[in-house]
Each structure stands twice: as C-alpha cells, then as structure tokens.
Nanobody, 119 residues
C-alpha cells in the first residue's frame, strides 16, 4: 500500500522559512515524479514544485522554494524561504509516473500539512 506522509508545517512570520518533508512508503520514490501542491483557503489546489531528476517550479515559488529528494530515505522535501502571507495554504505531497504540473497526473497523495504565514 502506497502512503505519503507530510510533516513540517506550522505557523511562521512573513519573511521566515519552513521545511516540509514528504516520506513515501510502499513505493520507491526514485521511480516516480514527486510534487508539492497547495490549496489556499477558499481556492483550488495549485502546483508548487516537482522533481524527477531536477526540480521545476511554479512562478510563485521559483527563487524562494527549493525541492529536493533523497532516494535512500524515500523522501521529497520542500524548503520554503522568504515566506509571504499569500503562501498560507494546506500543502500536499504527491507522486506520479510522469513529470507534470497538473494534479490529475499524480496518482498518490498525502493528507496535507498546514502552513500559515502571518503578516
């Protein structure tokens, strides 16, 4: 059974940093494209960053967020710097067979972790 578990969310002031971690079990994440999505309050889920062999980013994340993966630990992390109030959202980890920014291309999903950025 494939399971993705996110951790590292919390409350941070604007300008601060957080590091989210996604731990995969039941799947070797080196075989999958890993992605991070977020869902702000009252809005639809949106792509943040993904990684297969290298990272790719939404415009809102590029330059501030860094995605990385560790095949040995089966993890995919999202380092978030210079956080803004508009980054407030539930952040989800996802895994899928192809490189994509589209949520429907991802097969496995975590339950999400809340990130709140105060002004």
């Amino acid at each position: 059974q494939v399971q993705l578990v996110e951790s590292g969310g919390g409350l941070v002031q604007a300008g601060g940093s957080l590091r989210l971690s996604c731990t995969a079990s039941g799947v070797t994440n080196a075989r999958y494209n890993m992605g991070w999505f977020r869902q702000p309050p009252g809005k639809e889920r949106e792509f943040v960053a993904g990684i297969r062999w290298s990272g790719y980013y939404a415009d809102s994340a590029r330059g501030r967020f860094t995605i990385s993966r560790d095949g040995a630990k089966n993890t995919a992390d999202l380092q978030m710097n210079s956080l803004k109030p508009e980054d407030t959202a539930v952040y989800f980890c996802a895994a899928g067979p192809e490189i994509s920014t589209m949520s429907e291309k991802y097969v496995y999903w975590g339950e999400g972790t809340q990130v709140t950025v105060s002004a």
